[in-house]
């Protein structure tokens, strides 16, 4: 698998306490295939609120901290629709590997919203090797995401 993001930045990781069992595994994955990762928590199961962990995730890409970032929550909506407040944020929710591969090639997204409720722990690792592989296409797509920003 080719990395297409800055493998000298650490990558960014979020999720609330539905997200966390995902969370910590991917990072545990990440760091053995060698990768830098900054965790923004949540640290245990407590109920907690989602946007505590999805800002400062999204900040940290907004910023060029981090090449991109990974949150999970139980529907990945939340994490998405709060990162997306962010400048230059665009967070795709993935549910599949293809959507995973559209995000990244249609839209630039730099951050994957991943649904923990509703997808193996095994397809989630699929989908971050698709976004961290595929580079985005550009051309008419461009014009697309140049839309995006208020």
């Not at 650490?10 to 966390?20: E, M, N, S, T, Y």
């Not at 407040?85 to 293809?98: D, F, M, N, P, V």
Request: with cysteine; charged share 20%.
């Amino acid at each position: 698998m080719s990395f297409v993001f800055d493998t000298t930045k650490p990558i960014a990781l979020g999720a609330d306490h539905a997200g966390i069992e995902y969370k910590n595994a991917v990072k545990t994955w990440l760091e053995a295939k060698g990768h830098q990762v900054k965790d923004f928590g949540t640290y245990n199961t407590d109920s907690v609120d989602y946007p505590d962990f999805a800002h400062p995730t999204a900040t940290s890409v907004e910023q060029n901290e981090s090449a991109f970032g990974i949150l999970f929550c139980g529907s990945a909506n939340g994490v998405a629709m709060t990162a997306n407040k962010h400048a230059g944020i665009r967070a795709g929710l993935c549910w599949e590997t293809e959507v995973a591969e559209l995000v990244r090639l249609h839209n630039n997204a730099n951050i994957i919203c991943i649904p923990a409720r509703f997808v193996a722990l095994d397809l989630a690792k699929e989908m971050i090797e698709k976004f961290m592989s595929t580079s985005f296409e550009g051309g008419r797509h461009q014009n697309r995401v140049n839309k995006i920003t208020c």
